[in-house]
Structures are given as structure tokens and as C-alpha cells.
């Protein structure tokens, strides 16, 4: 690590050969909502390798936080924009709330990455989700809630359409860094959950709790 001791007001560092030629795109992750890791291996080092001053650069510049998280033994970097709710970015256009449709099946993400815990890369595949709607614990929840009908099966026009919404919320999760997509737009769903799918424990603490009422409320709302 770098000088851990520059003064909060010195950028300095911004003039460092790989600052300079990574600044542009760490600032456009970062302010994206995008949690950076190895993955990203040239930001990432840079980011670590200068970690006190990004902070402090974005706690004086931009008024927000950034986070040196550690998830299954992998680090990851990101901004929180929800501490306190008060930082420059704060505010509702820039710092949007998952859906719950997208809460719900992120949490199922998270513990699909548990069931593949000793993986070295948790690789999902369509069918795996399949798999955790109509065997896991919580499968008459998520029949519930996808579905809108507890049954042994459903036809291929009913699951089209449960594929579509995960479709769509993984394009949000990979945008944020929580997942990696590996298939196309027209390719059968294919993706990696990344470590900072943890940061959804933090977030969503409660949910997490109860999650049988945390789905019943979704019902009760008709949120889905």
C-alpha cells in the first residue's frame, strides 16, 4: 500500500502513470455503482494500490464512501451511496433501489453462490434456476410469487416469461459487478455470481431474516 499518511487534500496521486490511465474509467465504474475486483485487474490494482487516497478523494469530492469490502476471501471496491443517504449522488435518480422483483431474486442468487460455495467459479446456468424454483426449501414461495400458482410443472410459454425477468435482472446485477454475464441477448442464460453478491446481506438484513414473509408481503403489495 502507498503512503498511508497523505494529507486528505493531496491528489497527487492522480499524476501517477497507471492513475492517469486508469482514472477514467475506475471514476465511470465507480460513480455506475459498479463493485470492482479482481475481475477488473488493472483498476482493481490501482485502486488498492492507492486505497487511502481514492478515499479520501471521494469523501472530499463527491461526499461518499468508498468501501474495501471482503466477501469469501475475495476483496472488491465500491462506492456506497447509501450511507446516510447524503452524499453528492445520493439522491434518487443517480441511487436507485433494487425492485423487489430484483431483491427477490437476488437473494436467491446468494444462495444459489452458498450452494456453490466450494466452486471456484459459481457459474449459473438457466436450468440451474429452474432447478432452485422447483426443489428448493423456499419453492413454494418462489411458485408463489413467479408464478402466481403452486404446481409440479409449468408450460414453456410460463417459464419464457420467468426467464425474461431474470434475463433483465441479471443485466442489472452485471452492470454493479455482482454477477458476470457469459451468454449473448439471444443465448439461453448463462452467468458467474461474483463475490460482491454478499453486498445484498447488508442491505437486505431483514429479507434475509424472514424471508417467508419478506415473500408474502410481495404477494400481499401485488409488487410483482
Not at 492517469?20 to 485502486?47: C, M, P, Q, R, W
Not at 423487489?100 to 444459489?112: H, P, R, S
Not at 409449468?154 to 457469459?182: A, C, H, M, P
Not at 439461453?188 to 461474483?194: A, H
Request: no cysteine; hydrophobic share 30%.
Amino acid at each position: 500500500m502507498e503512503n498511508e499518511n497523505y494529507e486528505i487534500s493531496d491528489y497527487s496521486f492522480l499524476s501517477e502513470e497507471g492513475v492517469e490511465k486508469h482514472f477514467a474509467d475506475i471514476n465511470i465504474l465507480l460513480l455506475s455503482g459498479k463493485h470492482i475486483d479482481h475481475k477488473y485487474y488493472a483498476e482493481y490494482t490501482v485502486l488498492e494500490s492507492y486505497e487511502s487516497q481514492w478515499i479520501n478523494f471521494y469523501s472530499n469530492l463527491y461526499r461518499l464512501n468508498l468501501v474495501a469490502d471482503i466477501s469469501d476471501r475475495s476483496r472488491y471496491y465500491y462506492l456506497d451511496f447509501t450511507e446516510n443517504g447524503k452524499g453528492k449522488l445520493s439522491d434518487t435518480n443517480r441511487n436507485k433501489e433494487l425492485t423487489e422483483l430484483q431483491t427477490l431474486m437476488g437473494l436467491t442468487l446468494l444462495d444459489m453462490y452458498y450452494q456453490k460455495y466450494f466452486d471456484e467459479e459459481k457459474v449459473i446456468h438457466w436450468n440451474d434456476i429452474k432447478t432452485q424454483i422447483l426443489e428448493s426449501d423456499h419453492q413454494e414461495a418462489y411458485k408463489r410469487v413467479l408464478f402466481n400458482d403452486i404446481r409440479d410443472s409449468y408450460d414453456e410459454r410460463e417459464w419464457s416469461i420467468v426467464e425474461n425477468k431474470f434475463g433483465k435482472t441479471i443485466d442489472s446485477f452485471d452492470k454493479l459487478g455482482w454477477v458476470e454475464k457469459q451468454s449473448g441477448r439471444n443465448e439461453e442464460l448463462v452467468f458467474e455470481i461474483r463475490p460482491a453478491i454478499h453486498r445484498l446481506t447488508k442491505l437486505y438484513q431483514d429479507e434475509l431474516q424472514d424471508f417467508e414473509s419478506f415473500i408474502q408481503q410481495l404477494k400481499n403489495d401485488e409488487m410483482l
